[in-house]
């Protein structure tokens, strides 16, 4: 029989598990007087013996009642010995694990709470099973399952007194990659600068705001490049040179949008894959990419080298540039990145002029 009093919060995100399990000790700090510990012991180890070591210490911090007799919980934080190492699948871990699935079986103690959390976590192991039966379980999935970084997303906009609309939420997820920690930071950066309770975060406001995190994308430059708006690229280009000096990752940029440009606009132009008002068809895509993906020797990583890799929104919101232009011009682009990128390299103290002149050329 499951205590209410004992949980297990897990997943592979090591943010929204602790996340996770702060709400849970701020509801348990209602019930508990206010003059209720929290014990913690640190279950993050790297070897057989410190799984033991950490096992052994908590349970003898649920066996221990405090001083004088108030009730306290006790936090196994960070478990690491529960996914799919070497250390995790070690005869002694087993047997640590089995200790810590009869103290959780037995545990009945009205003055002691329990908090268990572990990540990375392997689901399809036996303890994990026999957990989830006598402790109070949550299974966090990952920010980048879209449907969890949009409950993310719209938790802290409430919690921040704001509101989001569906494409600046999308691009925000797109522009800091699907990351849980950075989501939270850029939904309390962007609140914080608006300022008003109940003012909105436009997608706007996310693309001039948002910096990329993780594949050095200059989101701004590319994307108002490939809304072929000229005002909004020279601005762009502005502020980036403003704090910057270096051009060849903005070209880098370019062309890896311009790359993905010619791979949608080819698939469009076949009717390989569909276009509707909402963004790409799921099922044509998911054909497509079972005929096609093979060629373009890309699996699994994130690559502008195939598009059968990226996020379907994401690719969306390319059609629509893709939808606009031609693939000769798409191809003439390409060129011109190269040419701009070989003018750096023979201009080096006027790289922004050279991208403000490729800019023109291109867009004018």
């Known amino acids: 029989m499951t205590s209410k009093k004992v949980y297990f919060v897990c997943g592979n995100d090591d943010f929204l598990v602790n996340r996770k399990a702060q709400a849970i000790i701020q509801d ?42 108030e009730k306290k919980l006790v936090w196994l934080r960070k478990v690491s010995f529960m996914g799919e190492g ?12 089995n200790d810590l699935q009869a103290l959780l079986e037995q545990a009945s103690s009205n003055d002691i709470w329990i908090l268990i959390t572990a990540s990375p976590i392997d689901r399809r192991l036996q303890h994990f099973k026999s957990f989830e039966k006598v402790t109070n379980t949550t299974f966090i999935e990952e920010s980048k399952s879209s449907a969890t970084a949009d409950l993310l997303i719209c938790e802290e906009c409430k919690e921040w007194g704001v509101s989001i609309t569906n494409d600046a939420s999308k691009a925000l997820i797109a522009k800091v990659n699907g990351n849980s920690r950075m989501l939270v930071q850029e939904i309390q950066k962007l609140a914080t600068y608006l300022g008003v309770p109940g003012s909105v975060i436009n997608e706007q406001l996310v693309i001039e705001h948002v910096q ?23 601005e762009a280009i502005d502020r980036y040179f403003y704090t910057n000096s270096d051009a060849r990752a903005v070209i880098t940029s370019l062309q890896n949008r311009n790359r ?72 003439d682009f390409q060129q011109a990145f190269i040419k701009a990128f070989e003018r750096i390299l023979e201009q080096p103290n006027k790289q922004s002029v050279v991208i403000q002149e490729l800019a023109l050329e291109c867009l004018v």
């Open 28 to 69: 348990c700090q209602r019930e508990l007087s206010p003059e209720a510990l929290i014990e913690i012991v640190e279950g993050s180890v790297n070897n057989v013996s410190e799984v033991e070591a950490a096992v052994r210490k908590f349970k003898e911090a649920t066996q221990m009642l405090s001083l004088f007799g």
């Open 86 to 97: 070497a250390t995790s699948r070690a005869e002694g871990t087993r047997e640590a694990l």
């Open 212 to 234: 990329q995190y993780g594949e050095g994308d200059f989101f701004e430059i590319a994307e108002a490049f490939f809304s072929f708006n000229l005002k909004w690229t020279l």
């Open 260 to 331: 993905l440009l010619i791979q949608l606009k080819t698939l469009i132009d076949a009717k390989a894959i569909k276009v509707t008002p909402s963004g790409i068809d799921k099922k044509s895509f998911e054909l497509a990419a079972s005929e096609f993906s093979q060629g373009s020797g890309v699996k699994d990583a994130k690559s502008s080298y195939s598009v059968f890799t990226q996020n379907l929104w994401y690719l969306g919101r390319l059609a629509q540039s893709a939808q606009k232009t031609t693939l000769k011009k798409l191809i």
